[in-house]
């Protein structure tokens, strides 16, 4: 499919109509999603009433919105008025939301058509979408292999010509460490510049929302059109969004760049060589435009991903208390006691992954640990926070790889450490609350995609974009 702005572009003028544009998206699920399953639920008749409402505004001379008639794609995390949304979770299976997400709600008033909800790992929790209760999302570049998680489905509908723009949530990495297994655009913005009203909660001082495209500029274009306060959303940033649109024409003379050492391989294990190589290929491009391209440690990188899997399961294991078969979703019942009821509940409801850390976050909170587990889980935070602070006094962008490998095969990363070292690049950013982007930068093993991630300071979305824009162009031919 063309950009999602030309779509608008084409729409907005009049040259194409929304309900043209939405046959072409649906047309593609229906040959590709029986093969892919990127879609939990295709919502057809609802997207074609969205597309007469866009196309009688512009046969009426109102503004449709910037993203008029853009077919999108929604992680099923996201809650959308009337329509099933189930985190692919047995719990939530059959679950219809009495309203929408502000960044669905802004969506549509943006005169984007919603297709569907996409396919995930259950709640969010997982690096292949191989977690799903209703079977794995199949990378459209190999469907042998995962195409990264949590947000599978979305960056698995991008890059099968599904829809040319996604959107996805990112707790730990599940919007760019998809992007980069499927070679696609993936970005995760400062936490609080999108609002999570309506975003089902995995861990909530972590979790964002952001876009998956085929080009930076929808990306941005998309941040744009979602990002800003939102007083429903008590961690929404009360501040005017950066200036995206206008970073991209920019270039790279002057920006501050710097490598991160940790995550090239030096400090953690486990890194595909070709994947190191694509990195220096694209901070090379980068100095070749003109930036400053130095390498920076970040120390206190190398725990994060530990403490990372403290503080997730622990506010994971508070936010998923709700689901007891009394408020929300699915319940087991037939002559049980209260008790027995919500046991019964939770155990059919929650696949393996739910469940373990569900404990794993339990156990660090209890009263003898929670000092020593979540407590020091906590202080690490603070020290990331600190270290990337003070590279940021020196460096515009940080860049490191999304992903230490391509995409894998299924089922190669049965043991749940193996999954979680996935995210060692782009855990950090979460913690630190940053914004990072993943683009597309040439291949690695098996000619499959790799990802390089520009990171940033809080709001320094603009620099990200400038630079991201750069390495769009200078991306070796055969970049997905
Ligand atoms: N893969 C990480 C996890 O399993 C991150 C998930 C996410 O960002 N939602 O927790």
């Not at 046959?23 to 029986?34: F, G, I, N, P, R």
């Not at 400090?267 to 100095?287: K, M, N, S, Y």
Request: aromatic letters at 6%; one cysteine or more.
């Amino acid at each position: 499919m063309d950009s999602a702005l030309k779509i608008a572009v084409a729409v907005r003028s009049g040259a194409r109509s929304a309900a043209d544009v939405l046959a072409e998206s649906l047309a593609v699920v229906t040959t590709e999603d029986d093969r892919i399953h990127a879609f939990n639920t295709v919502a057809t008749e609802q997207a074609y009433e969205a597309a007469a409402a866009v196309d009688s505004a512009v046969a009426q001379g109102r503004d449709p919105g910037i993203l008029a008639g853009v077919p999108v794609a929604l992680k099923d995390n996201m809650c959308t008025n009337g329509l099933e949304t189930t985190c692919s979770s047995r719990i939530l299976d059959g679950w219809k939301p009495p309203y929408d997400a502000t960044s669905v709600e802004r969506l549509r008033e943006a005169g984007a058509i919603i297709v569907g909800k996409t396919n995930m790992d259950e709640f969010a929790m997982g690096s292949s979408t191989e977690n799903s209760a209703f079977g794995a999302t199949r990378n459209p570049l190999d469907t042998e292999r995962v195409p990264g998680g949590s947000s599978g489905g979305s960056a698995a509908a991008v890059a099968a010509g599904m829809v040319p723009l996604s959107f996805g949530s990112d707790t730990g990495g599940s919007i760019r460490q998809p992007a980069a297994l499927c070679g696609t655009v993936g970005f995760k913005p400062t936490y609080g510049a999108i609002s999570r009203y309506g975003l089902i909660a995995f861990a909530s001082s972590l979790d964002q929302i952001g876009p998956f495209a085929t080009t930076v500029e929808d990306a941005a274009a998309a941040f744009v059109a979602i990002a800003g306060h939102d007083p429903r959303d008590s961690t929404s940033i009360p501040a005017a969004v950066p200036d995206v649109m206008a970073a991209l024409g920019r270039g790279a003379q002057g920006l501050r760049v710097g490598v991160i050492s940790e995550l090239m391989g030096q400090a953690i294990e486990g890194f595909e060589p070709e994947v190191l190589a694509q990195t220096r290929a694209a901070a090379d491009a980068l100095a070749d435009a003109g930036a400053t391209v130095e390498e920076v440690s970040i120390p206190s990188t190398i725990y994060g991903l530990s403490a990372y899997y403290l503080i997730a399961p622990a506010e994971a294991s508070s936010n998923l208390a709700r689901y007891d078969g009394v408020r929300y979703g699915n319940r087991v019942t037939e002559g049980l006691t209260t008790a027995d009821m919500m046991i019964a509940t939770r155990t059919a409801g929650f696949g393996p992954e739910v469940k373990r850390r569900i404990m794993l976050g339990t156990y660090a909170l209890s009263a003898g640990y929670y000092d020593a587990f979540y407590g020091k889980a906590q202080r690490v935070r603070t020290l990331i926070l600190n270290d990337f602070n003070a590279a940021y006094e020196r460096f515009d962008v940080l860049l490191s790889p999304t992903s230490p490998c391509v995409a894998f095969p299924f089922g190669a990363k049965a043991d749940p450490l193996a999954m979680y070292l996935n995210d060692v690049c782009t855990i950090p950013s979460n913690l630190a609350g940053h914004p990072a982007i993943s683009v597309p930068f040439g291949t690695g093993a098996h000619d499959l995609p790799v990802g390089v991630q520009l990171l940033g300071p809080i709001l320094g979305e603009a620099a990200i974009f400038q630079a991201a824009a750069v390495l769009e162009t200078a991306a070796p031919k055969g970049s997905a």
